[in-house]
């Protein structure tokens, strides 16, 4: 018996032998516990907290160009004091407009949805959830971040330069990004962008790289495969888009740097900037489309799905049930996974591509909604008949299921290449993708911030503003994109910086306005998030219990604020899979507790 | 019990894992690259090159490094110590050979048949292609200087074969890289 309990202990301390050291930090200077931390869930906080700011910035410019969206020819004299030459007379400049709509996509897209989602959650969530002491590599991982930090500085400063930042739509097409005399924003500000997102995908990949292999290699004992909660399933396929889809990013990058730059004409063909003809020959612009939306797409993938698996996460503990069809949701995940790659050329139904083409395009980009449907609806029977609670966390995630179901319905409207003749480059895809990928993301990423705050912080974000912000986002978002979809079904175009010359659009004035006025309120409310999260950290009610929400998981059994290494003692072995809620006549069954002698089969 | 502790055995080393998703992600580039490549020779005013030979000698030079980089990697594990400084010092020099002919390679172009970076044929894809490969080697080369060092005057005894098979499956990765890419710009055409 004792031999047998030696040769337990042995096979225990193999499994954590890679890293056991990291249990014994204990004096750490403030710069390497809080700065330089190799700790993946400071590192978590970093990114959390370097994307709350971009996303404050981006949220920002969203605000200022909505405003000259809503009141075209109006003068605000505060911005010309506080944006100066870029607003003379108050009025925004169209260079101006378009720095703003560029960066607002770029800063949302990568640095905020990205970085700060993927950053955040799955740094976090992956060895406390799945039972390791930290990632594969701490100091890759610590890098990562740094990368991400780099990335930010270089992109702000482009923001304060003399030309402005990028400005050619955060799709950067070629040739107006690739020539530097095509506009204001095309000089320095889109060199910056590139060095920037090419430290960005520097940093995404060694994220991913450390995501992937500490899901598949530290695992605790017991943690199959099948028993990881969902939003470890989720991550791990964002990872694996991410480590897949950025390199060609770069690769398009790369030869854009050289068209700018060195003279070569990747891009460039018979092009005339201001009278003036250039010397580029046999290149293609739509080259480079091939490459920037076979990331592109994944990259809309690299968003949603962390989200999808927070909420499928939230909404199982909050309804007291598991979750409905677990392995129909890793499928389905595995199957958005590998379509992601498939349907980049949807984004392209314009550019004279083979109608044949067009149509096998058309037919895999469809096919998602196959999947996606499965998701849906198994969120919807995990909440039926559930006993729901429904704390800010699960109003958020109801949220999301709610704008995932809305924004997925128009994309089966935009994916086909028929509607997409009329639809391309309107307000309805400017609908469509913020409704299905910009406030569903968001809405998971609060979700999870709402849910998992008491575990990075050992205190509960204020619930009262949670509800209120709650459900001013909610009304608001729909107030804002739902009239969008019929701006953009009478033909109204996307990056417009004035509609009002034409009759057409012009009906549309006042809508204009009120989607403008709601977007600011709802900014506002964002801002009263971000002093809840700040006021929060420091003056929010204590946790007292160890496993305030009644969950399965793992991190739930580490110490309300766990240091380096998370537990205390031995990593708790898992013998049951994660949802093991209303089973047997019990709540909840925790994944560290044996499965008894009487326990029913079913899950 | 027996059973979950073979289990163990077999699982892969995190590191070693870490490094196989790295090279997925950097085939991703190169695949990439080489379908742009394919894509824009099929256009108008492609333009094509002559492979200078001096590519032949890189190549046999970077394959006996890799088979140098072997018998490293097998001494070292086999605690050869004196046979591993000589294989790991000499894998490291034929790697800094394979960049230097590269960059002959790349001035030949540039000199004897005039391809410089105006236009978007072939020798501009080589010159990115290429030099991206030679950029990925040189990291290589950096890991191998300092495996050289340690060898040679590291006052710390190395026993884990791990950093050592890293560097070792890294360094066939960019051999078989370049096979690749040369075949590739032969055959495309």
Redesign the interface.
């Known amino acids: 018996m004792d031999a047998m309990n030696a040769h337990a202990e042995a096979i225990m301390t193999h499994e954590v032998h890679y890293d056991e050291h990291q249990a014994h930090h204990h004096n750490q200077s403030f710069i390497s516990k809080y700065i330089f931390s190799q700790d993946h869930k400071t590192i978590a906080k970093q990114f959390l907290i370097t994307g709350i700011i971009w996303a404050m910035i981006g949220g920002l410019f969203s605000v200022l160009f909505r405003l000259q969206l809503g009141f075209p020819g109006q003068s605000f004299p505060i911005l010309e004091t506080i944006f100066g030459k870029w607003a003379p007379g108050g009025e925004i400049k169209p260079e101006f407009y378009y720095a703003l709509i560029t960066m607002h996509g770029t800063i949302l897209v990568f640095f905020v949805l990205t970085a700060g989602l993927s950053g955040t959650f799955a740094n976090l969530l992956i060895p406390l959830q799945a039972g390791a002491r930290d990632m594969a590599s701490p100091f890759l991982n610590m890098l990562s971040y740094w990368f991400f930090f780099l990335a930010s500085i270089v992109m702000l400063s482009s923001l304060f330069i003399q030309t402005g930042p990028a400005a050619g739509g955060w799709t950067v097409y070629p040739p107006l990004s690739a020539l530097h005399t095509a506009s204001i924003g095309s000089e320095l500000g889109m060199d910056l962008w590139i060095v920037s997102m090419a430290l960005f995908v520097v940093s995404s990949l060694l994220g991913g790289i450390n995501y992937i292999s500490t899901i598949l290699n530290m695992r605790t004992k017991g943690m199959s495969m099948t028993r990881l909660p969902l939003t470890i399933w989720a991550v791990f396929f964002t990872a694996v888009l991410g480590v897949l889809s950025f390199p060609v990013l770069l690769s398009g990058l790369i030869l854009l740097l050289f068209d700018r730059n060195l003279g070569t004409s990747f891009y460039l063909s018979d092009i005339v900037v201001n009278g003036q003809i250039m010397p580029n020959e046999g290149g293609s612009a739509i080259l480079f489309q091939h490459l920037f939306w076979f990331l592109g797409h994944p990259e809309v993938y690299i968003i949603i799905l962390p989200t999808m698996g927070i909420v499928s996460e939230i909404i199982s503990i909050n309804s007291r049930k598991p979750i409905f069809g677990y392995m129909a949701m890793v499928g389905s995940l595995f199957a958005i996974c590998t379509l992601a790659f498939l349907v980049w050329a949807h984004h392209m139904f314009v550019t004279g591509m083979n109608p044949l083409l067009g149509s096998i395009f058309v037919l895999l980009t469809l096919l998602i909604a196959v999947p996606s449907a499965i998701k849906t609806f198994n969120w919807l029977t995990t909440m039926w008949r559930g006993n729901i609670r429904f704390t800010p966390a699960m109003l958020f995630s109801i949220g999301f299921v709610s704008m995932f179901i809305s924004g997925g319905l128009t994309g089966i409207f935009v994916g086909n290449s028929t509607l997409d003749i009329q639809l391309h480059d309107t307000m309805f895809v400017v609908a469509h993708f913020h409704i299905v990928m910009g406030v569903s993301a968001f809405f998971g990423m609060f979700a999870g911030l709402y849910h998992w705050f008491p575990k990075m912080f050992g205190r509960y974000l204020n619930t009262t503003l949670g509800y209120i912000h709650f459900w001013v986002t909610l009304i608001g978002a729909y107030l804002i994109f739902w009239p969008m979809h019929y701006e953009g079904l009478a033909g109204m175009p996307r990056r417009y910086l004035d509609k009002s010359p034409w009759v057409s659009f012009s009906q549309f004035g006042d809508l204009d306005r009120m989607i403008t006025i709601v977007s600011i309120i709802v900014y506002a409310v964002q801002l009263m998030f971000v002093f809840n999260f700040f006021y929060s950290i420091f003056k929010g009610r204590k946790v007292t219990t160890q496993n305030p929400w009644k969950a399965n998981t793992l991190e739930w059994t580490t110490p309300i604020r766990p240091g380096h290494g998370n537990w205390p003692g031995e990593i708790p072995e898992v013998h049951r899979w994660p949802y093991d809620y209303s089973k047997d006549g019990r709540d909840f069954i925790p994944q560290t507790e044996p499965v008894g002698a009487n326990e029913s089969n079913e899950h | 019990?027996d059973i979950?502790?073979n289990q163990?055995r077999k699982?892969?080393?995190?590191?070693k894992?870490?490094m196989w998703?790295?090279i997925?992600?950097?085939i991703?580039?190169?695949?990439?690259?080489t379908s742009?490549y394919i894509?824009?020779s099929n256009?108008?005013?492609?333009?094509e090159i002559e492979l200078p030979k001096i590519f032949w000698g890189s190549t046999i030079v970077i394959l006996v490094s890799s088979l140098t980089m072997q018998i490293a990697l097998r001494s070292f594990k086999q605690r050869e110590m004196r046979q591993y400084r000589v294989f790991i010092a000499s894998t490291f020099l034929l790697g800094s050979v394979f960049i230097i002919f590269q960059c002959i390679g790349f001035l030949q172009l540039w000199e004897q048949q005039q391809v410089?970076?105006?236009?978007?044929?072939a020798g501009?894809f080589l010159y990115?292609i290429f030099g991206?490969h030679v950029l990925h080697v040189f990291g290589g080369v950096i890991a191998l200087l300092v495996m050289f060092t340690r060898a040679f005057f590291g006052k710390i005894k190395m026993y884990s074969p791990v950093p050592v098979e890293l560097a070792a499956t890294y360094w066939h990765f960019v051999d078989a890289l370049w096979i690749y890419l040369l075949i590739f710009f032969l055959w495309v055409r």
Request: glycine share 8%; aromatic share 8%; hydrophobic share 55%.
């Open positions: 019990m979950v502790s163990q699982k892969i080393h995190p590191r894992f870490t998703v790295a997925a992600s950097i991703m580039m190169f695949a990439g690259l742009a894509v824009k256009q108008a005013a492609w333009q410089t970076l105006k236009g978007s044929g501009q990115v991206l």
